[in-house]
C-alpha cells in the first residue's frame, strides 16, 4: 500500500512541478511518457486502454456517452459491432482494433490497420502467394491465379484445376435480357435457352443500349451453314451517290438451304469504288431458304459500281451497288428561317417532330436520303427531288436532348456553303434512371430548393446553385439553404420526428412535390447498384470539408441516362453548424431504423462508390426526390 500511495503522491508532485508525468522515467519528454520498467522481455509492457465490444460502443448511443468532450477517447474493440447495431457513432466498427471518437463526425473511427489482404481494400507492393487446405492464390504482375503459384503471363486471371471447372453466372433467359447495358464481351450461361437445354451466351453487340447476344454451345444451336448464297439476286433498297454520307440503304441477298444455325455479325469493304462497307448483324439462319439484309454504310469515293465479296455460312459471293454522281444542288442554305416544330425541346425528354429548312436555287435533281445525330438527336432527311428553285428541306427529328442550353444544328447539302441552325434546349427537370431487373424510376434531376433552370448535369464541376436546401428528417419546412450562414443556427431544434413522419407511401409532412417522395432505403440501392460513378469538381480531403467550394460531386450514369449528386455536406444535429461540404454528399431516406432517432440515408466521399447508411433525424441532409 505504501509503494502505491508513494506513486500516486510522485505522479502529483511531476504535474505540479514541470506540468508533466514520467512512468519508470524521471525527465519524461512530453505530458505522459512512459519507458518500459524491463526491456528483455520477463515482464509484460505496454498501455492497455478500455477494452469494449462493437456493441457496447453502440449501446452508449442511446446513453449520449460519447460526444464533444470525449472527442479523441482511445478504446480498443475486441469485437466488431453486429451488423444491425453498426448505425450512427459505431457505422463503421467492423473488425477489432483501436478506435477513436471522432467528434465532428460524431462516429468511431480506426487507427491504424490490422488489416490482412483479405480483411480490406490496399495495395500490394509485390508479387503475393497465399495457400489456404493445399489451394494456391497467387498475385503477380497485376495478374491473378487461382490453383497456381505464377499465373500465364498471357492471362490477367489463371484458373488451374485437374478436378473442378469454372461457373459461369447462371440465369433465366428472361432474367439476361434484363441485364441493364450489358458489356460488350458480357457471358452468363442461360438455363432455360434453347427449349431449356441451356447455353452460355456472350453479348457480342458493341452498343450495351442494343444487346446482342450470341449461343457458344455448338451441341445445342448449330453454325450457320447454306446451300447457296444468291448475290445475283440481291436487291437494293435506296440511292448511292458519290461524296454523301450513306442513310438509310440496304442490300438483300436471297439465301437457300438454310440450316438453322447462327452467324455472327460481319462487315465487308467495298472494292471497285471505295469507301463503303455492307454490315451484317449477328443472328440465325432458317430452315430453307431465307435472307439476309446488310446496311450500306460509308461515303462512295466515286461514281461506278462497288463491289462487297461476302461471306456467310460457308458460303461467298459478290454482290453489287451502283453508285451515281451527286448531280443535286442548291444556290444557299436559309438556316436563319429554318423551323423546328414542336418547338420545344427539354433535355433528357423523348421528342419526336420536324425541322424545314428552306433552300434557293434548287436543280430539280434527285438525291438521297441523308441522316447525322447532334446532342442526342437524329436528324434524317428523306430521299427526294429538289424544287426548280426555291422549296424546302424536311428532316426527321427523334431521340432526347443529352445537354441544355443553346444547340447548334449543322446543315449541309452538297458543295452548297452549310449554315447552322441554332435552337435551345431547357434543363430536364426529370430522368428515368435503371434500377435493375430491365426497370426504370423517374427522379427529380435537381436537389429539392435547387435553382431548376440550371443545367443539372454540367460535365466539369456543379455551382451553389445546384445544392439546394437542407432538411431535418420528417419534417416538411427546409431548415437551411446554400447560402445560410456556417455556424451553429439558433433555435436549432434537436427533437427528431415521430416514426412514420415519412414513408414509402407519401406522407402530409413528405416536401417533394406531387407525384414524387423521398426514396426508400431500396430505392437507393437499387439506383447506386445499377449505376456507374464518376467524380466531377474538386473534392476536399480535409473531413470537415470546405465551405466555400461548391464544385464536387458525383455522378450517375446509366446509358445515356444521369443524375448529378452535389457534395452538400451536412448541418450537424446538435446545433445546425454546416459540415463536409466538398468533402461528402448527404441525401435523406425515408426508411427508419430500429433505433428510433437514426433513418437511413445515402451518403458518399471523394472516392468508392456511394452506400447508404444511418443518420440523426436533427441532421440537416439535402433531398433527391423519386416518383410515386
Same mark, same amino acid.
Given at each position: 500500500m505504501?509503494?502505491?500511495?508513494n506513486?500516486?503522491i ?6 505540479f512541478? !514541470?506540468g ?7 525527465t519524461?519528454?512530453a ?7 524491463k ?5 509484460s509492457?505496454?498501455?492497455?486502454p ?16 460519447y460526444?464533444?468532450n470525449?472527442y ?8 466488431p459491432?453486429d451488423?444491425?447495431?453498426r448505425v450512427?457513432?459505431?457505422a ?6 483501436f478506435?477513436?471518437?471522432?467528434g ?18 490496399g ?6 502467394h ?15 491465379g487461382?490453383?497456381i ?5 498471357s492471362?490477367?486471371l489463371?484458373?488451374?484445376?485437374t478436378?473442378?471447372g469454372?461457373?459461369f453466372?447462371?440465369?433465366?433467359k ?6 441493364a447495358n450489358?458489356?460488350?464481351g ?12 441451356g ?7 458493341q ?7 450470341g ?21 437494293t433498297?435506296?440511292?448511292?451517290h ?8 440496304s ?8 440450316n ?14 471505295t ?5 451484317l448483324?449477328?443472328g ?7 435472307n439476309?439484309?446488310?446496311t450500306?454504310?460509308?461515303i ?5 459500281t462497288a463491289s462487297?465479296n461476302i461471306t456467310?455460312?460457308?458460303q461467298s459471293?459478290?454482290?453489287?451497288v451502283?453508285?451515281?454522281? !451527286? ?10 428561317s ?12 423523348a ?8 433552300y434557293t ?17 437524329? !436528324?434524317?432527311?428523306?430521299s ?9 428541306f ?6 432526347s ?9 449543322p446543315i ?8 447552322n ?29 435547387a ?10 464541376m ?6 439546394g436546401n ?14 445560410t ?17 415519412w ?15 423521398i426514396p426508400a ?9 445499377n449505376?456507374?460513378?464518376i467524380?466531377?469538381g ?15 460531386a458525383?455522378?450517375?450514369t ?20 454546416l ?8 441525401y ?5 431504423t ?9 451518403? !458518399?466521399s471523394?472516392t468508392?462508390?456511394l ?9 440537416g441532409l439535402?433531398i ?5
Amino acid at each position: 500500500m505504501m509503494k502505491k500511495t508513494n506513486l500516486l503522491i510522485l505522479i502529483f508532485l511531476s504535474v505540479f512541478s !514541470f506540468g508533466q508525468v514520467g512512468i519508470n522515467n524521471p525527465t519524461p519528454h512530453a505530458t505522459l511518457e512512459i519507458t518500459a520498467k524491463k526491456t528483455d522481455g520477463s515482464t509484460s509492457e505496454g498501455v492497455i486502454p478500455p477494452r469494449l465490444t462493437g456493441n457496447a460502443l453502440f449501446a452508449a448511443i442511446a446513453a449520449g456517452t460519447y460526444g464533444p468532450n470525449q472527442y479523441g477517447a482511445i478504446v480498443f474493440v475486441t469485437a466488431p459491432a453486429d451488423e444491425a447495431n453498426r448505425v450512427g457513432q459505431t457505422a463503421h466498427v467492423d473488425d477489432f482494433g483501436f478506435y477513436y471518437y471522432h467528434g465532428d463526425l460524431d462516429q468511431w473511427v480506426k487507427l491504424g490497420s490490422g488489416s490482412t489482404i483479405y480483411r480490406t481494400d490496399g495495395i500490394l507492393t509485390g508479387p503475393r502467394h497465399m495457400t489456404m487446405d493445399g489451394n494456391n492464390l497467387g498475385f503477380t504482375g497485376g495478374r491473378i491465379g487461382m490453383g497456381i503459384v505464377s499465373p500465364n503471363p498471357s492471362a490477367i486471371l489463371d484458373l488451374t484445376s485437374t478436378q473442378t471447372g469454372f461457373l459461369f453466372p447462371r440465369m433465366l433467359k428472361t432474367e439476361m435480357n434484363a441485364i441493364a447495358n450489358p458489356a460488350y464481351g458480357l457471358f452468363v450461361f442461360c438455363t432455360d435457352c434453347f427449349n431449356n437445354s441451356g447455353c452460355l451466351m456472350v453479348n457480342d453487340s458493341q452498343d450495351p443500349g442494343v444487346p446482342n447476344w450470341g449461343s457458344l454451345c455448338s451441341s445445342n444451336v448449330a453454325t450457320g451453314h447454306i446451300a447457296d448464297l444468291q448475290c445475283t439476286s440481291a436487291v437494293t433498297a435506296g440511292v448511292v451517290h458519290t461524296g454523301v454520307a450513306l442513310s438509310g440503304v440496304s442490300v438483300t441477298v436471297p439465301y437457300t438451304g438454310g440450316n438453322g444455325g447462327t452467324y455472327p455479325a460481319a462487315s465487308f469493304n467495298s472494292t471497285g469504288v471505295t469507301g463503303l462497307a455492307a454490315n451484317l448483324d449477328g443472328g440465325s439462319l432458317v430452315n430453307g431458304n431465307g435472307n439476309l439484309v446488310f446496311t450500306i454504310t460509308g461515303i462512295a469515293s466515286a461514281a461506278g459500281t462497288a463491289s462487297f465479296n461476302i461471306t456467310v455460312g460457308e458460303q461467298s459471293c459478290t454482290v453489287t451497288v451502283e453508285v451515281d454522281d !451527286f448531280t443535286a444542288s442548291v444556290v444557299s442554305l436559309e438556316c436563319t428561317s429554318a423551323t423546328l416544330v414542336p418547338n420545344a425541346l427539354t433535355q433528357g425528354e423523348a421528342y419526336t417532330g420536324t425541322l424545314t429548312v428552306p433552300y434557293t436555287g434548287g436543280n430539280g435533281a434527285l438525291y438521297p436520303q441523308q441522316s447525322f445525330t447532334q446532342n442526342g438527336l437524329t !436528324f434524317t432527311l428523306p430521299s427526294g427531288t429538289l424544287a426548280s428553285g426555291n422549296g424546302n428541306f424536311v428532316y426527321n427529328v427523334t431521340g432526347s436532348a443529352t445537354a441544355s442550353g443553346a444547340m447548334s444544328i449543322p446543315i449541309s447539302f452538297g458543295s452548297t456553303p452549310p449554315c447552322n441552325v441554332s435552337e435551345t434546349v431547357s434543363p430536364g427537370t426529370t430522368v428515368a434512371m435503371c434500377m435493375g431487373n430491365g426497370t426504370t424510376r423517374v427522379w427529380m434531376a435537381h436537389n429539392l430548393g435547387a435553382d431548376t433552370s440550371l443545367d443539372p448535369n454540367p460535365t466539369t464541376m456543379v455551382s451553389s446553385g445546384l445544392h439546394g436546401n437542407y432538411y431535418q428528417w420528417g419534417k416538411k419546412d427546409p431548415v437551411a439553404n446554400v447560402s445560410t450562414p456556417l455556424s451553429p443556427i439558433v433555435g436549432w431544434d434537436t427533437v427528431g420526428a415521430p416514426i412514420g413522419s415519412w414513408g414509402a407511401v407519401k406522407t402530409a409532412n413528405d416536401p417533394c412535390p406531387t407525384g414524387f417522395r423521398i426514396p426508400a432505403n431500396i430505392e437507393w440501392n437499387s439506383l447506386i447498384n445499377n449505376t456507374t460513378r464518376i467524380s466531377i469538381g474538386t473534392f476536399s480531403n480535409n473531413g470537415n470539408g470546405d465551405p466555400s467550394n461548391f464544385t464536387a460531386a458525383a455522378v450517375l450514369t446509366c446509358g445515356n441516362s444521369k443524375l448529378t449528386f452535389p457534395a452538400n455536406g451536412y448541418r450537424r444535429n446538435g446545433d445546425g453548424s454546416l459540415n463536409a461540404r466538398a468533402s461528402m454528399g448527404s441525401y435523406w431516406s425515408c426508411t427508419e431504423t430500429t433505433v428510433s432517432y437514426l433513418v437511413q440515408s445515402m451518403y !458518399f466521399s471523394s472516392t468508392g462508390g456511394l452506400s447508404v447508411s444511418a443518420d440523426y433525424k436533427p441532421s440537416g441532409l439535402a433531398i433527391r426526390c423519386i416518383s410515386e
